[in-house]
Each structure stands twice: as C-alpha cells, then as structure tokens.
C-alpha cells in the first residue's frame, strides 16, 4: 500500500472517529434534557397535564404548583411533553417554567381535604387499604408535615371551598354510619404518593379540584 493510500485510510478513520463523537454528544445532550424538570408556576395552584397537545384534549394528569415537579421530554412549541410520575402527556408552556430547583409561587389558593386516616409509614398505608371498607378502595394518599415529621394522609377528595369538603365529610360520616373524617387545608395542591386501584393512565393525582 502506498503513502497516498495511507493518507486516505487515516482521512477516512479520523472522519469516522469523529462522527461517532458528534453521534455520542447529541445522544447524550438528548438524555440530559430528559432529566431537566419542569415546574408549574400557575397561580391556580396547578396546571392540567393533558393526553395530546391541546386544550381540548383529555385531562390524564396533574402538575401542582409548590410541589414536585415533571421530567422534560420536548420542549417545541407552545406544549412541552412531561413525564409526572408513569404519566406522560403535554402542558402549556405559558403555566409552566424550567428550573433546576423547585419553583415557589406566592398567594396561592387554599384547597381542602376530606381525611379518613392518617399513617406514619407507607406499610401502614397498605394495611390500611387492606383493611378498609370498600367505600375507600382507590383514595389518594398526601405526603403532609406534622411535628417536623412525614405522614401519609388518606383522602376521599379535594374540593376549592370549606363547605364542599364539609358536606362530602359529613355525607361520609352518614353512609358510614360514624364519625371518620377531619378537613385538612394546604396552599396549592397536595403531593400524592400514590392512588391505589386506578391505573395511571387514567389519572395522575392531585385531582383537579372540584
């Protein structure tokens, strides 16, 4: 093999070599934007996560504002595509921020929650629903700070006025047949841990409030 064959084999291994560099950086600059994470900044106090990139689309999810916040999978356009929890689905740019650390919003609205039990851990939690009546089967569980201390809270519901949460307490309390439930309040939406028995492609929590 001659000197110019030589020259052109290099070329050609040096073109190669940096191909593959340029191919591994844009891969890895696609799997950094996946983990950066997109926070609500919505003064609602949530931004609905919908099935499809409008507004008319389905409601399957969720993103509060103050709490956690959702993976980055696209951000063209007016809709950006998020993960939140096993949920993915798009929200609209304009209720939404990218950060690094969470985003806090000030004067939020207070929302309300019927709770049928409070548990120290989640073990409890799944004893819980093991041996709750079947009335309960799917509700929401909150992560809530007490006395410095993480709880789970068990909720049947999330309403935007004292008085809904006061009649669906109340209304518990008679099909029941005794007193389970208190009313706890937050600014913004809770954090859900989980929803038990429904699937999540069905619906993400925190509820929209009623």
Not at 67 to 89: F, H
Request: proline share 4%.
């Amino acid at each position: 093999m001659n000197t110019k064959e030589n020259v052109m084999k290099s070329k050609v291994l040096i073109m190669a070599f940096l191909l593959s560099i340029l191919c591994l950086n844009g891969w890895s600059t696609e799997q950094q934007s996946g983990k950066k994470l997109v926070y609500s900044v919505s003064g609602d106090g949530y931004v609905n996560v919908r099935m499809a990139p409008n507004s008319s689309s389905k409601i399957i999810g969720v993103l509060a504002t103050n709490r956690q916040g959702a993976t980055l999978l696209s951000s063209k356009g007016t809709w950006w595509k998020v993960r939140i929890d096993n949920v993915v689905g798009y929200v609209h740019s304009k209720y939404v921020k990218l950060s690094d650390t969470p985003v806090k919003v000030k004067d939020l609205p207070t929302y309300y929650y019927t709770v049928v039990a409070t548990c120290d851990t989640r073990e409890e939690v799944d004893q819980y629903f093991y041996r709750c009546p079947d009335f309960f089967d799917g509700s929401p569980v909150y992560k809530d700070i007490v006395d410095g201390k993480t709880v789970y809270k068990i909720c049947t519901a999330c309403f935007a006025t004292y008085s809904g949460a006061k009649e669906w307490s109340d209304t518990t309390d008679q099909v029941l047949g005794y007193s389970t439930c208190t009313i706890w309040r937050t600014q913004g939406l809770a954090e859900c841990v989980y929803l038990p028995m429904t699937p999540a492609d069905e619906m993400a929590i925190p509820l929209t409030p009623q």
